[in-house]
């Protein structure tokens, strides 16, 4: 089981930037895939972004595609989403999520927006966006 902590989330305006962190330990953590989710409240939690073991591959709900990027640092068992021009809408808790299956060799963009594909959670940050 691993054991996620997210960070860097805050109160900004809209257009301004943050970069939320999720550190993990308890796994070998460069052989699992890691998502980005997000809930606003009385909303359901949606997919944001995800990322490969190796880094290459990502992807992102069409919401956020070109203003966030995910990034890995697996020698510091570290994810990062740079989010840019945020917007109001932007506004939500942000979870990280370990996949489930380790050593995935099939990586889609169905199978990584699911909640259920992911076995492990963080805590989550919360991110605000004001107008």
């Known amino acids: 089981q691993a054991q996620l902590v997210e960070s860097g989330g805050g109160l900004v305006q809209a257009g301004d930037s943050l970069r939320l962190s999720c550190a993990a330990s308890?796994?070998?953590?460069?052989?699992?895939?890691v998502g980005w989710f997000r809930q606003a409240p009385r909303l359901e939690r949606e997919f944001v972004s995800a990322?490969?073991?190796?880094?290459?591959?990502?992807y992102y709900a069409d919401s956020v595609k070109g203003r966030f990027t995910i990034s890995r640092d697996n020698a510091k068992n570290v994810v990062w989403l740079h989010m840019n021009n945020l917007k109001p809408e932007d506004t939500a808790v942000y979870y990280c999520?370990?996949?489930?299956?380790?050593?995935?060799?099939?990586?889609?963009?169905?199978?990584?927006?699911?909640?259920?594909?992911?076995?492990?959670w963080g805590q989550g940050t919360q991110v605000t966006v004001s107008s």
């Open positions: 999520a370990v996949d489930r299956k380790e050593l995935r060799t099939y990586f889609s963009r169905s199978i990584m927006s699911r909640p259920e594909t992911y076995a492990d």
């Open positions: 308890g796994r070998i953590f460069s052989t699992y895939a």
């Open positions: 990322i490969s073991r190796s880094g290459n591959t990502t």
